[in-house]
């Protein structure tokens, strides 16, 4: 084989580390180093670990975000030979990953408490798929972005089964392990695919690949990219590829399936604008191409919308209804996925909603997980009955959540929707924002549902009184509340934020 | 004189294992087998790496077979792990005694 043609993918100029790419990569090392540093604490024995490794975790998380705060601003610099970017689109996505492992690890400390189940892997494993979440925002390789999600969902596997001694949690998470390993698998073929016919796995030089060949796509190419699509419909849970979500979010732990929710769907959706805009989705794409996947997006996008909504209709169980309602919102982001590449504010409007939808799901598992009794049960809607007696000030912040979810001003919510559907009219697609708008009209049944037991009726169960309220919980929910509120009554700043972002990318 | 296999005829050979694998996971009982036919796939896609690799002349296939590897080995290692706990609880590895959770 010829030896120079072989390594001519390896820039000598690229290899090296300079010191701007050791500042640009420092979010990434904060975490690193927090996760090497807490495994560590962890197997020693002469100290209080529990305080330790928490307190530990949360000092490491918050470096991290400090450091993406101040790359915010920065302009975008390549790192490890290409592998890597560190621009504010990557720092916006890392504050995200880890402001939610933050808020996550603060309503789970007195919830593991009350399992039994407070160990100090829980934290460790949270920063690791934090990590993963942060490498899958920023990776310009397939390569990348394939071990970064299996480092997001290798924790996560392991974090729904944390409450090993039951039955629900372990049979939630091996059905999430095998299902998302397959999905994963299929990713990974996708990408050989792409490989065999651009000779490279760097996003940008496919990107090129794709330019030179003027649209003329081979069929192995079409293939590969209808694999990766696949992956990434399969992880922020599309219908009919949403069949895991549900179980999954019954069977893991409450603070984690707010961690789902939050982190591994934002961290699909970051991987997904960044792969498909440069794969050459609303670009450089032939028409007849770009129709085709416009064609499959618009059904996935109504088919989740309508399935997600109206199946939330009939549960019972609060986790499984949030489960079906954050399959309805996987159908509005793609509504923002679709209109992104055809209006002049591009992809802002998904990055707000994502947003807004991060703080109030955060906060909404936070009260669960502060509800759970100690088997993880308590949480269908006849136990929320007569809460705001029990819990007034409880009652009135998931109140404010199920409002902003609904999509119903003063909250964060309404913006995220309204922006979106604004863009999606903009850019030509009113059938899909009009399947959007009656969809969330009904979800506005569902959500108030549970606030009609929580204020309206009497009190049946009185379980509840031996629940230890903690000041973590009431940090946790009272930030998200501020968020809510804060950003719903004055959303400038947000979507002068995204906006900024999007233009960097 | 070395005889050489071509490398289109493993590419089809991979595809063929690799959907092996998948039909493994939707049909087969057994946990454990469901397992080995992820594993397969993952191998699939190796094979398919590695032959394009030849086919093109380019090192970056070869290169990705050794992190795939990697990562398959931790995902063995978590999914026996999940195995194991569930046999704790529930004292079977069929998957048709997987039936707490549906809706």
Known sequence: ?505 | MRTQINPQVILVFAAIIFFIGLMGVLVRKNIIIVLMCVELMLNAVNLTFISFSRILNHLGGQVSVFFIITVAAAESAVGLGLVIALFRTLRSVDTDSIELLKG
């Open chain 1, 1 to 505: 084989m010829n030896m120079g043609n072989m390594m001519s993918f390896i820039k000598p100029e690229l290899l090296v580390f300079n010191n701007l790419m050791f500042k640009s990569s420092a979010p990434y090392l904060w975490v690193l180093l927090g996760i090497a540093f807490v495994i560590v604490l962890s197997v020693l024995n002469k100290i209080n670990k529990k305080w330790f490794v928490f307190i530990f975790m949360l000092v490491f998380a918050c470096l991290g975000v400090r450091s993406a705060f101040q790359l915010m601003n920065e302009p975008a610099v390549l790192l490890f030979n290409q592998m890597l970017v560190s621009d504010s689109f990557g720092s916006f996505f890392n504050i995200l990953f880890l402001g939610s492992a933050i808020i996550t690890a603060l309503s789970s400390f007195r919830y593991l408490d009350k399992q039994e189940i407070q160990h100090p892997e829980y934290y460790i494993l949270l920063l690791l798929s934090s990590l993963g979440m942060m490498l899958m925002a920023s990776a310009l390789d397939l390569i990348v972005l394939f071990i970064a999600l299996e480092i997001m969902s290798l924790a996560v596997y392991v974090l729904v089964g944390f409450r090993r001694h039951d039955r629900k949690s372990n049979e939630a998470a091996l059905k999430y392990f095998i299902l998302g390993s397959v999905a994963s698998v299929i990713f990974l073929y996708g990408v050989a695919l792409l490989y065999g016919v651009t000779a490279t796995t760097q996003i940008r030089e496919i990107l090129k690949h794709v330019h030179a060949s003027q649209g003329a796509m081979s069929p192995l190419f079409v293939i590969g990219v209808g694999l990766i699509l696949f992956g990434f419909l399969f992880k922020v849970a599309c219908v009919p590829l949403h069949m895991w979500m549900p179980d999954v979010y019954e069977g893991a732990p409450a603070p984690i399936t707010g961690f789902m929710t939050a982190g591994l769907k934002t961290a699909a959706f970051a991987a997904f604008i960044r792969v498909f805009t440069s794969l050459g989705y609303g670009t450089a794409f032939s028409v007849q191409l770009q129709n085709h996947f416009h064609d499959l997006l618009w059904v996935f996008a109504v088919a989740t919308m309508v399935v997600g909504n109206l199946v939330a209709l009939l549960q019972t169980n609060l986790k499984r209804m949030l489960a079906y309602s954050s399959i309805a919102h996987s159908g509005y982001l793609l509504v923002g996925i679709l209109s992104g590449c055809l209006n002049q504010e591009g992809y802002a409007p998904l990055l707000v909603y994502l947003m807004a939808y991060i703080v109030m799901n955060l906060g909404v598992f936070a009260i669960l997980s502060f509800l759970s009794s100690r088997d993880d049960t308590g949480l269908s809607l006849y136990d929320l009955s007569g809460l705001s007696r029990r819990h007034p000030v409880f009652s009135f912040c998931l109140a404010v959540f199920l409002f902003s979810m609904a999509g119903l001003p003063p909250t964060v919510g309404f913006v995220g929707k309204y922006w979106l559907f604004y863009s999606a009219v903009q850019a030509g697609e009113v059938s899909l924002v009009v399947i959007s708008v009656l969809c969330s009209a009904v979800s506005v049944y569902y959500y108030l549902r549970v606030l009609v037991y929580v204020y309206m009726r009497d009190e049946v169960s009185s379980f509840g009184e031996q629940r230890s309220l903690s000041i973590f919980y009431h940090f946790a929910v009272g930030l998200m509340v501020i968020c809510t509120l804060q950003w719903g009554l004055m959303p400038s700043s947000l979507l002068q934020i995204a906006k900024k972002v999007v233009m960097s990318f």
